[in-house]
Nanobody, 116 residues
């Protein structure tokens, strides 16, 4: 069974920074794509950033230049460096991975709260 676990969320003041971590484990040899998604209260889950196995990245316009995404294929981990945080970034952040022959798997999410 594929397992995905996020960590690194918390409370931070506007302008601050957080680093999110995603770790994947289970019966697979590689991960195609990994991504971060956010879901604010009362809103649908939306894409934040994705990264392919070769390092190609894709970002939502709202986070471009602020939230660089990275991954370590050897460790099956992914990171999201969240800089210059804004109150509107407040949400639960989910990690998604896509594994060959097993499809996508999601973590349970980590809460990010930006407020003064």
């Amino acid at each position: 069974q594929v397992q995905v676990v996020e960590s690194g969320g918390g409370w931070v003041q506007p302008g601050g920074a957080l680093r999110l971590f995603c770790a994947a484990s289970g019966p697979f040899f590689s991960i195609y794509a990994m991504g971060w998604y956010s879901q604010a209260p009362g809103k649908q889950r939306e894409l934040v950033a994705t990264i392919g196995s070769g390092g190609n990245t894709n970002y939502a316009d709202s986070v471009k230049g602020r939230f660089p995404i990275s991954r370590d294929n050897a460790k099956n981990t992914m990171y999201l460096q969240m800089n210059s945080l804004k109150p509107e970034d407040t949400a639960v952040y989910y990690c998604q991975i896509v594994v060959p022959a097993r499809g996508s798997s999601w973590g349970q999410g980590t809460q990010v709260t930006v407020s003064s």
